[in-house]
């Protein structure tokens, strides 16, 4: 059996909503279905998601969302009229919803009501049965998948019967509405495909699959026939867009294919997310860059003569709500590049401050606008020159580069660049590796 999850662009409107449904009709083995919230019909449209964020604002604001909410319940009931159904007892659900964002349940109840809605509407349309994911996925604080989800979805799931169910959400230990972080129906998609013990999770999006590059940047990039999860994780965490980058957790272990495949191209292959590859003659799957990092560099004479200095720093960075994700180590220096978005400029000075006194610090600085780039690819250890091409490339394009990670994964380079350098790094890169 197949498990198939649909993102906000499948389901934006009806026209989508049918091309979904003739997907799921021509594989009888397409027996579990997941959906995203209505997306973008436009360039310029607005997802249902963000809509529903906007109306918890409101109302943390002490208004009503009653006004904003009716661009919500207008995406569904057009949907509803256009796929030739009855409207009117989904209006007494859509009232229902905006009451409860109304009495205050908060932004993850907000936020999960685009998916609860979506689902319900299609598994009427299709005439499916509706499985909601609160309360069976458990949802741990740090946003990974509690164990007892699995237990609590095998109870439930029967064998022969079809079922529609919403991405994004589930509930948290006390039972609370949480959801995954942005894009996260993939992770939903992910946890049935294993619980369902699925031959293959279809992951249906408007792309022909994972490029090898940006195609906004690079016109001719290509998709990527088959990639191993390990790449496709190391992609997605340098910010190549498509698929969710903790999506891979709930299938690695059991092994189940994801095949990343278009909607409006049903008929190409996609890509194909497995275990292993070949790598004769493609030790690289793609280059990607992510913007919005920060760096930290403390310097202090004889650092690391004190032992357990290294994780005395990295608790107080925790204390002020900083946790890096690339470090380097020097003689008497240490660098970390965490996310901008972590902490703000009086909490960053506070914790300087506080770091360099109490660590007796010679010197401590934060510096904004920093990018990482990941040449990502099974075969990166043993490729003979690898490292000197990319070098080249960029210094030919004049990029200075600051910092160098080799060795600390075998399935990706990172480099780190300038945010404004970022985009032009990718295309260098592409353009020496690939092209
Ligand atoms: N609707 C949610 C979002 O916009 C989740 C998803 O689409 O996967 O992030």
Request: hydrophobic residues 40%; aromatic residues 8%.
């Given at each position: 059996?197949?498990?198939?999850?649909?993102?906000?662009?499948?389901?934006?409107?009806?026209?989508?909503?049918?091309?979904?449904?003739?997907?799921?009709?021509?594989?009888?083995?397409?027996?579990?279905?997941i959906?995203?919230?209505?997306?973008?019909?436009?360039?310029?449209?607005e997802?249902?998601?963000?809509?529903?964020?906007?109306?918890?604002?409101l109302?943390?604001?002490?208004?009503?969302?009653?006004?904003?909410?009716?661009?919500?319940?207008?995406?569904?009931?057009?949907?509803?009229?256009?796929?030739?159904?009855?409207?009117?007892?989904?209006?007494?659900?859509?009232?229902?919803?905006?009451?409860?964002?109304?009495?205050?349940?908060g932004?993850?109840?907000?936020?999960?009501?685009?998916?609860?809605?979506?689902?319900?509407?299609?598994?009427?349309?299709?005439?499916?049965?509706?499985?909601?994911?609160?309360?069976?996925?458990?949802?741990?604080?740090?946003?990974?998948?509690?164990?007892?989800?699995?237990?609590?979805?095998?109870?439930?799931?029967?064998?022969?019967?079809?079922?529609?169910?919403?991405?994004?959400?589930?509930?948290?230990?006390?039972?609370?509405?949480?959801?995954?972080?942005?894009?996260?129906?993939?992770?939903?998609?992910?946890?049935?495909?294993?619980?369902?013990?699925?031959?293959?999770?279809?992951?249906?999006?408007?792309?022909?699959?994972v490029?090898?590059?940006?195609p906004?940047?690079?016109?001719?990039?290509?998709?990527?026939?088959?990639?191993?999860?390990?790449?496709?994780?190391?992609?997605?965490?340098?910010?190549?867009?498509?698929?969710h980058?903790?999506?891979?957790?709930?299938?690695?272990?059991?092994?189940?294919?994801?095949?990343?495949?278009?909607?409006?191209?049903?008929?190409?292959?996609?890509?194909?997310?497995?275990?292993?590859?070949?790598?004769?003659?493609?030790?690289?799957?793609?280059?990607?860059?992510?913007?919005?990092?920060?760096?930290?560099?403390?310097?202090?004479?004889?650092?690391?003569?004190?032992?357990?200095?290294?994780?005395?720093?990295?608790?107080?960075?925790?204390i002020?709500?900083?946790?890096?994700?690339?470090?380097?180590?020097?003689v008497?220096?240490?660098?970390?590049?965490?996310?901008?978005?972590?902490?703000?400029?009086?909490?960053?000075?506070?914790?300087?401050?506080?770091?360099?006194?109490?660590?007796?610090l010679?010197?401590?600085?934060?510096?904004?606008g920093?990018?990482?780039?990941?040449?990502?690819?099974?075969?990166?250890?043993g490729?003979?020159?690898?490292?000197?091409?990319?070098?080249?490339?960029?210094?030919?394009?004049?990029?200075?580069?600051?910092f160098?990670?080799?060795?600390?994964?075998?399935?990706?380079?990172?480099?780190?660049?300038?945010?404004?350098?970022?985009?032009?790094?990718?295309?260098?890169?592409?353009?020496?590796?690939?092209?």
């Amino acid at each position: 059996m197949i498990v198939c999850k649909f993102g906000g662009s499948s389901v934006a409107d009806a026209k989508q909503i049918q091309k979904v449904k003739s997907i799921v009709d021509a594989d009888p083995q397409r027996e579990i279905v997941i959906v995203s919230a209505p997306g973008k019909r436009t360039r310029d449209d607005e997802k249902v998601t963000d809509m529903l964020y906007a109306c918890n604002a409101l109302v943390q604001q002490g208004q009503s969302c009653r006004e904003l909410f009716k661009k919500v319940a207008v995406r569904y009931t057009n949907i509803l009229a256009e796929l030739g159904m009855d409207a009117k007892p989904f209006v007494a659900i859509l009232e229902e919803v905006r009451q409860m964002i109304d009495a205050g349940h908060g932004a993850e109840y907000a936020a999960s009501r685009g998916e609860y809605l979506a689902a319900r509407m299609v598994s009427t349309y299709f005439g499916w049965t509706f499985l909601d994911t609160d309360p069976l996925i458990v949802i741990k604080d740090d946003g990974t998948v509690h164990e007892e989800t699995y237990n609590n979805l095998k109870k439930v799931l029967k064998k022969g019967t079809k079922y529609i169910v919403p991405g994004f959400y589930g509930c948290d230990s006390e039972g609370k509405v949480k959801t995954f972080s942005r894009g996260g129906s993939d992770i939903t998609g992910a946890i049935l495909a294993r619980a369902a013990e699925a031959q293959t999770y279809e992951n249906w999006t408007d792309v022909s699959g994972v490029f090898s590059v940006d195609p906004r940047l690079v016109e001719q990039a290509k998709v990527i026939k088959t990639m191993t999860y390990r790449e496709v994780r190391e992609l997605a965490g340098v910010g190549a867009g498509v698929f969710h980058e903790e999506a891979i957790a709930p299938v690695i272990a059991s092994k189940i294919p994801i095949n990343v495949k278009n909607t409006n191209a049903p008929l190409d292959a996609g890509t194909m997310i497995v275990t292993s590859r070949e790598i004769d003659g493609h030790p690289l799957a793609g280059v990607s860059a992510k913007a919005g990092y920060s760096r930290l560099s403390l310097r202090k004479l004889m650092l690391f003569k004190k032992s357990g200095i290294r994780h005395a720093l990295l608790t107080m960075l925790h204390i002020f709500g900083v946790r890096p994700s690339f470090s380097l180590f020097g003689v008497d220096s240490i660098v970390w590049f965490f996310e901008t978005t972590q902490a703000s400029e009086s909490v960053l000075n506070a914790m300087c401050q506080r770091i360099k006194s109490e660590f007796a610090l010679d010197s401590i600085a934060i510096d904004h606008g920093h990018a990482v780039v990941g040449i990502v690819g099974a075969g990166v250890m043993g490729e003979p020159g690898l490292i000197a091409k990319s070098t080249t490339a960029l210094a030919h394009d004049s990029i200075t580069l600051n910092f160098f990670n080799y060795g600390s994964s075998d399935t990706s380079i990172l480099l780190g660049v300038s945010a404004d350098q970022a985009q032009a790094a990718v295309k260098s890169l592409y353009n020496a590796l690939f092209a």
